[in-house]
């Protein structure tokens, strides 16, 4: 017994690793602490910048009918162009990029969203004096815990309501630019002189309207032209303030948004924002020049001449600055490049290879800046310009190179490690102690393991290097390599594989499921194949009933069909509840349990109609009562199955835009078909060999394509990934993140907890074994697809990918023994209880 829990502590632990493993290798936190600061620029053509942030405009609207003031700036005053974002395409990671010039830092998704997950620099660090107005999920990341000189305000978060008519959008960015303006009437006399300084006005009305009435919507153009209009008096008011031509500004987004008003993923309307400035130090020119997000920061910081933020990966866009001052173009992209050599060098040291020697790329980039400094003001303006901006390019290069060196190492050490665990999983579930074991081979294994640690560790120490990971991951590896020699040296391979027609089939299933499984993960129409197969398997392989074939095949029409988007589409959810109400005539024996699901069926159709508001207290009842509605039924295990279909039913609809209910009926439908004798003969006997068979092997992989299929019978990966709260506004329409969520995750979840409850007509442990092995076999290859380069929505998807295959089994245990009381509690049995406790004491 306390060898299983110390393998399933081992197990537990091997997958942690591995998940963690993976991203940290590819996306390592970008922040290093304590890093140089250069120096403050003289001349800056800009004492003061406004940086306006319209939180969710995308590109694509934005250009095809640019609002009057805007449209002017870029014709006459100013330049323009895209600001190409990154995934995630939310808030938060677009403003971060924005205002310290990094991607967010990977722990940020561990540590929340609503507090500064680490301790980076940013524009608002640098300047003389920063205010901040905004959304209350936004301002605090820069004013929590900062300096006197950085001051921000935000209006209540009851006010982020998605209800247009009771929300007033409008009065959200109303509210900012409000506080500006009376800023600028009581308090700019005292800093009329003062030079870096900084305002963020962030807008969060687009992002609001986009979500409700969608981005293509008149209500969506008119929060853009309002935000415009606003825009148009605030530079008439500052400019008649300050009088001093001395202000910059800056138009932007954090992000886009698709056309169903979700963001998220990486669609070019997600990822293409519009950029323009104008002001102080800007060019004018009429011409469209496209920047990354994080070059942003590097332009407020240089208009102003404060430091660029230390950990900014940013290039100084140089278009946009004005043509005339070609010397502080020159010293502000030597500033740029000093700024960028510092994390350069300081990843050299990380890395901790050779640290005796200076690496060449380091050498020849500290050559290059010193002899760009040596000719400060002898050399031709123009051929310094050119010089700086290829020693720009070099930099980013070694950055790239250096924080990317150790990757093919560390995945070396993770893929041993996941084999090694591999290994010692299938001597667990198949194999049988062997009588003879040679004891000298063992003492061999465990004198070599210590040998190999100690040596990983005095290399640590000897090398001097503060990187502790190439050694971590290297004795984690060597350990599960340890772990899978012994078991192979103490057990016999037990796994029977006759040879005829029937176990090569099985086999033959096997492979082709995985197949399926692991190309579905990124072509989601593949998994209709999957269930073709599992469907032609019930039937001829494992001698299914008919339904089960006719259903199988049914199902497999959903990964074929268009993603589910939020635009609700009112026929199809009612022809559910109309499908529901019939199959409660036919299913439900009980007629006061028929009268109760009729109720309740019609009670939902009401509220997402629109004929009973059922966000107060109907909606949340009809969730809240789910639990309580199965438990009062049967626990016979095929009347217990109907009992969770009908009972998640109603609130799953309040959640649904489309045919994600057909979905879920026609699922649940098709698992109630699983006949209960489906692994043994009779539900007592129990098999006294404890070895796995291929039968078994087979089952665990259609519930493995069962799992995936609920994840993407109706999305795929961008549409999980985005977040659109058109899909909660029967419970919710007041932003609430964490609200929001857990509805989201609920819907997800609904089907994997058929699934779940399925499960318990198995009744066998050597399944989930199963369903584990094979998970962690589909998950080995995907190790090497996750990368930190190409396509925004290639990374994004090969994270998922991976972070999908790696809890598939963990999932699907998981939401077996969630499912267990919902199978087997009855309050009429609970009461039976009760009574005859009484009577007993009596």
Known sequence: MSNNYVFIIWGFLMHLIILWGVLDVNFHSPIVQDLPSVEILKNAPAKRLLLFVADGLRFRTFIEAPPNFLKYVMLNKGVWGVSHTRVPTESRPGIVAICAGLYEDPSAIFKGWKENPVDFDSVFNR??????????????????????????????AEWQDFDIMKGQIWRLDSWVFDKYLNWLREEAHNVKHLDRTLFFLHLLGCDTTGHTAKPHSREYTDNMNYVDRKIEEVVQMTETIFKDNATAYIFTADHGMTDWGSHGSGSTDETETPLIAWGAGIDHFNSRQDVEQIDIASLISNLIGAPIPTNSEGVLP????????????????????????????????????????????????????????????????????????????????????????????????????????????????????????????????????????????????????????????????????????????????????????????KIAG?????????????????????????????????????????????????????????????????????????????????????????????????????????????????????????????????????????????PLVLLSASYEPLFFILLGVHLSCWPRNSIYSSQDHRRTDSS?????????????????????????????????????RHFVTVFSPFVMFSLILFKISVPLMLVGCTSHLLGSSNIFLAVLLLGDCLSLPLVYYVTPQGSWLDIGSAISRFTIAISLPCLLLLFYYLSYPLMTFSFHKFKHSLLSEKKHIV
Not at 135 to 142: N, R
Not at 532 to 539: D, F, H, Y
Not at 614 to 636: D, K, V
């Open 127 to 156: 300047s003389h004096l920063s205010w901040v107005w905004g959304s209350p999920d936004i301002v605090p990341i820069f004013t929590k815990g900062a300096k006197k000189h950085i001051q921000g305000e935000s209006y209540p």
């Open 692 to 728: 796995i068979t291929m039968e078994e092997l087979l089952k665990a992989a259609i519930f493995m394509l069962y799992t995936l299929l609920s994840f993407f019978g109706t999305g795929n990966m961008a549409s999980i990934s985005s977040f659109n709260p058109s899909w909660t």
């Open 318 to 505: 140089w278009q946009y600055l004005s043509a005339t001052n070609l010397e502080y173009t020159n010293d502000a992209l030597l500033n740029n490049l000093k700024q960028l050599s510092h994390q350069v060098k300081a990843n050299r040291e990380i890395i901790c290879e050779d640290s005796r020697f200076t690496d060449q790329r380091v050498t020849q980039l500290y050559n290059k800046i010193n002899t760009l400094e040596k000719h400060l003001g002898t050399k031709d303006l123009s051929k310094r310009f050119d010089e700086t901006v290829d020693t720009i390019k070099l930099a980013k290069e070694s950055l790239l190179y250096f924080r990317q060196y150790q990757r093919t190492r560390l995945l070396i050490y993770l893929s041993t490690m996941w084999l090694g665990w591999i290994v010692l999983l299938f001597s667990k579930i198949a194999g049988t102690e062997r009588r003879i074991i040679n004891r000298f081979i063992l003492l061999v294994a465990d004198i070599a393991l210590v040998c190999i640690l100690i040596t990983i560790f005095l290399l640590y120490k000897v090398s001097d290097c503060r990187n502790w990971r190439p050694p971590c991951y290297a004795a984690v590896a060597v350990t599960s390599l340890w772990l899978a020699v012994r078991s192979t040296i103490q057990n016999s391979r037990n796994l029977k594989i006759e040879n005829d027609s029937q176990s090569w089939s």
């Open 510 to 650: 096997i492979v082709l499921l995985l197949a399926t499984m692991f190309l579905g993960l990124a072509y989601r129409s593949v998994l209709t194949v999957g269930m073709i197969c599992t469907a032609v398997i019930q039937k001829v392989v494992l001698k299914r009933t008919r339904y089960l074939f006719w259903t199988a095949l049914s199902l497999a029409v959903f990964p074929l069909l268009p993603v589910v988007e939020p635009y609700p589409r009112v026929y199809i959810v009612l022809s559910s509840i109309c499908i529901m109400i019939v199959l409660a005539f036919f299913k439900l024996g009980s007629h006061s349990r028929m009268a109760m699901e009729i109720l309740r069926l019609i009670i939902t159709g009401l509220i997402y109609f629109g004929f009973i508001d059922g966000r107060s207290w109907m909606s949340w009842l009809l969730l809240f009562t789910t639990p309580l509605y199965i438990c009062t039924g049967s626990t016979e295990l095929k009347t217990r199955m109907h009992e969770v279909v009908f009972g998640f039913f109603c």
